[in-house]
């Protein structure tokens, strides 16, 4: 766990990011000027787990939900290996839902892991964000997305 932890930070300094590590997960920023976008990657023994976060449940528009839900599942299929997925209430803490995040997430195998994985993951997430941007917008306006 520690060499991969070593491999990633070292990894992704080369790529210009300034990740910090905390508790085992490193984090850093992505998006651009401001870091919209705040990555979490957790190694174990098995993989590489990385997330990032996009929204809140609450973002959603509640006239919105269903609608976003299945333009999510529709996008899943075009930002792989990332995938879009809420993180609920899993860790038996009681919390308001619209708190729960909603992330991209991806998982890399520790086994052979290098740089070039690490590389490879964070290019795909960063394709990925383009691609779900106008997702977003969308879900999180007050008009409607469905045109008659």
């Not at 994985?117 to 008009?143: C, G, P, Q, R």
Request: include cysteine; glycine fraction near 4%; hydrophobic fraction near 40%.
């Amino acid at each position: 766990m520690k060499q991969a932890t070593e491999l990633i930070t070292e990894t992704l300094e080369s790529l210009g990011y300034t990740p910090e590590v905390q508790n085992d997960v490193i984090t850093f920023c992505t998006g651009g000027e401001g870091c919209p976008f705040t990555v979490a990657m957790m190694a174990d023994e098995v993989d590489v787990t990385i997330t990032c976060q996009v929204a809140k449940k609450g973002d959603i528009a509640d006239s919105k939900e269903i609608e976003f839900l299945w333009i999510a599942m529709d996008t899943n299929s075009m930002i792989l290996p990332y995938s879009i997925t809420l993180l609920s209430d899993s860790d038996g803490e009681e919390s308001d839902e619209n708190d729960w995040p909603i992330v991209l997430i991806d998982s890399v195998p520790v086994g052979n892991l290098s740089a070039e994985e690490v590389e490879y993951a964070v290019d795909k997430l960063n394709e990925a964000l383009v691609v779900i941007k106008d997702l977003f917008i969308e879900a999180t306006s007050t008009e409607s997305a469905v045109t008659a």
